[in-house]
């Protein structure tokens, strides 16, 4: 045997190997999709506009405050927008002070307008507007990410999606619970500690009315969480502050614990800029309510009695799975907007067992035929095709498992349309051998021209193929990438197996002996 | 064993009536799918929820129509898969509202009223909601890849042949894809996701098998340089027909595995790659031939055209421009 085809051989084997040595053992190498293991695959939108309302809202409580520190009287203060606010009633002998504290507290911020009357309006910065808006989905993700991890999904994909900018992709294989799991990525989780002004009181308009028919300046009603659990307690309502002693940005950690009753409940504490906060304002505030709010709802309500500091509990007729999962959620942070769903695909893992086993039985019966038509048309050359394709195969699957790409159903679809492209190439070259035996050459130059002749039809069908494929992943979304992955690597492992096997199988025989007739 | 010997058949005698019978395929589709008010969207694209459900029992569809009748909106309820499978798929029109609560609605109302009608046990298999951003979305998405796939193939039959066969091998896929939905429209398949795949495959797979006939014509054209481009395109379907019905009939057998056993998630993708691989083949040997000659001798006509009026120089280059063409 000549060395250069010894050589040939050894790098054959070497590389069947590796595929061999990437892919095993399979069920730990080959990562399954979604469709094929069961799970969630959701896509979400941040609202944005949520935290830029909370931003001017808070600034525009901030500027009230301070306004009212300066003995500066203004008329009424709204919030038009997101972005936008309004404060009327600026008396003309007040207006530099006005303006004064206005540009202190709001300058970076916001852009004032002045209007007619003492009026003005005070609208975010575009930029501030861009920055926010990309920060709230940063945070978004990186919280969703924190909870999705505390879930203990294996392999969980958290990522930006879409073009917009403001879309986050989320698939959790294996998530059998999906309610629990969607319940824990958007829940808000906004923890806030407040004081409470008047109440508890059976009702809204009860409040109000105390009031004169609405809240007063920086105060607002909330109702308390029972009418979330069962049991139809009537809810009770408060009248609180607006701004927050203490928010979920002050927590150090939460934790499910049990309360005094022995009922589940959420222990947490407090970082040491929030204990310093909350130690000043519970001291400044002993014997009056202080109301723990999660999500715009009352959870505790409970008489301050002595000054706290760092930590505190949240009690409120939850079930232990629930104080677990709040806890957590309080853990991974707050979101800073809410979140809505645009797309969700469930499969569930049936399904998607189902689904493997059509998929092999699909893939076994196509190159059981395609094998057999093989072995009847080409007599032994298809031996050698068969083997060219059957390798391809291996060295497909070692690519997917070296880099760790997903096979998806559409996948195996990928697979099946390999073994054509395969046969396809083996069909060029056995085709073009024959047309070389017709014009009475030597086997050996016929084999020769054949594979010489074709080398450059397969490697144009499969540029072009490799384009199609390319794009298909480009610009593809879940189920199609894989597709597009599995038909990209089948396509170049096919050059090689077609090309280089074959050629290499066809020498290594007809160097063993003198071949007057090719069996094809 | 040889199903050939050395084919001698005319394809171009026959162009004329094959473009004919292409048209009145692609007609009768678009008839079909006017009358059905464009064509039929899966909720990857229109948007909306479907839920896959299992029995325990057999359930008759009219029972599971019936527990869901309280739901508003065009529902469509369906046998999912193999009639011993009991699953039923359940469809339910897009919401309007754009709010992640109303979003989910439709999913959680089917189960509850499924439920609540003591239909006995089930199992929800999957559920697909998807929300009008994304549709529109992946409609695009959808859109441009097709497009862009088919310029980057355009450009690199344009350097490696001539433009003339690129035209040809374009024109080929545009008629397999819209053969291909024509056929969608008759069995009453919806455009889903999976099907964009499979379409997008039948351009890649179509264009594969238009290229190794437009191989066989340059390298033909080396030693048949005197002869009609025509006869030169014909002798090299004629000489790698036995390869494109080989091809075809293997590729075909694979993806007939896959419409049989491959499940009821692939069985549109599936049947969408059935059709276009005939169609593929079909094009390649009738379309793609044809109007790259048909292209080719328009394109020579106008040279001819412009030749004598144009200057010495001119007439230079476009010869060797000529030269280089047939030597490529």
Redesign the interface.
Known sequence: MKTNLRWKLLSIVGILALAGWSVYPPEDKVRLGL?LKGGVHM?L?VQTDDALRIETETSMERVREVLEVSNVNVGAMTVESPMQFRIEGVTADQDAEFRRITDEQLDVVFSRVSGAGGEYAFAMRPNIVVSYRDESVRQALQTIERRVNELGVTEPIVAPH??GGDQILVQLPGVTD?DRAKEII?STALLEIKLVEQGPAISRELLLQANGGQAPDGMEVVSDATELLEGGVPPQFYMVRRVAAITGRDLRTARPTLDENNLPAVSFTLNSEGARKFGDFTGANIGRLLAVILDGRVYSAATIQQRITADGRISGGFTQQRAADLGLVLRSGALPA???????????P??GA??VR??V???L???A??AL??L????LAGINAILSVALNLLILLGFMAYLNATLT??G??GF??T???G??SN??IF?RI??ELATAKSVRLAVAAGFD?VF??IL??H???L??????F???????RG?ATT?FFGLLSNVFTAVFVSRTLFETVLARRQVTRLSI | MQIFKTPNINFFRWRWQAVGVSALVILAGLGTMWSAGGVPLGIDFSGGTAVVIRFADTTPEDAVRAAIAAIPGEKVVQQYGDPSANEVLIRLPQIDVETGADLEQGATAIVDAIEAAGLGEFEVQSTDIVGPVIGRDLQQKGIYATLAALTGILIYISVRFRFSFALGAIAAVFHDILVTVAFLAFFGYELSLNVVAAILTITGYSVNDTIVIFDRVRENLRSMRRERLELVVNKSVNQTLARTIITSGTTSLTVLALFLFGGEVLRGFAFTMLVGIVSGTYSTVFIAAATAVFMSERQAAQRAAVLPAAGGGGSKRSRRRKMKARAS
Do not use: C, H, N, W
């Not at chain 1, 809410?338 to 499969?347: I, K, P």
């Not at chain 1, 384009?467 to 298909?472: Q, V």
């Not at chain 1, 480009?474 to 189920?479: A, E, S």
């Open positions: 469709d896509v939108r879409g073009v999906v958007r809410s979140l809505t769903y645009l797309e969700e695909r469930t499969v569930g049936t399904l189902d689904s059509a998929g039985l699909a893939s019966t196509g190159l035929l395609v038509f093989m009847v048309y080409y007599k159903l559409p195996i679809a099946i349309l073994i054509g492209m046969v396809d069909v060029l085709e024959k047309e002749r450059l039809t144009d069908t540029v072009a193929s384009i199609a494929a390319a794009f298909l480009q610009f593809g979304t879940g189920p199609i597709f038909l």
